[in-house]
């Protein structure tokens, strides 16, 4: 056999290997085809899921942020209260300082003026003996009775 010949067989078991394969390749393009179909189908849901996430996430960081800031006024309204609280307290001891002064001067004007009010009973006392005492001199000169004598023990005492 020829050289030519088996050149010619040559060529044609390339050519025929050359169609099964550009056979095999269009089989495999075409075959890909609904993989690849899938695979768009399941990236376009992911695409979507993640969307779906993003706008989830940036809700959940709005409310957390919207929490944060309401924890933090009421963290501020209770320290005021807190505050307040203190307040109340230093000035309910204030005010039970600023009683017992009050108590404690009326406690010692209330003795003083008992000092005060024995002194105005000895005057008082003194001055009714006095009166009785001239009282008791008139009565006498009205009467034109001769002197009589009348002692302090006989007079009333109030």
């Known amino acids: 056999m020829d050289y030519a010949l088996w050149l010619y067989i040559a060529l044609a078991i390339f050519v025929v290997a050359l169609i099964i394969a550009i056979i095999g390749v ?12 899938k695979m768009k189908g399941s990236a376009n849901n992911l695409t979507d899921r993640m969307g779906k996430l993003q706008l989830e996430t940036t809700s959940l960081s709005h409310n957390a942020n919207e929490l944060k800031e309401d924890m933090q006024m009421k963290s501020e ?10 307040g109340t307290v230093n000035s309910v001891i204030d005010l039970n300082a600023s009683v017992r002064a009050i108590t404690g ?5 209330v003795d003083h003026n008992r000092d005060n009010i024995a002194e105005v009973n000895q005057w008082s006392n003194g001055a009714m003996k006095l009166l009785v005492a001239l009282e008791n001199r008139n009565i006498t000169k009205r009467s034109d009775v001769t002197h009589s004598s009348t002692s302090f023990s006989d007079t009333k005492h109030y």
């Open 77 to 86: 309204k209770i320290t005021a209260l807190i505050d307040a609280g203190k």
């Open 105 to 109: 001067n009326i406690a010692s004007r």
């Open 26 to 37: 269009v089989m495999l393009i075409v075959g890909m085809k609904e993989p690849l179909k």
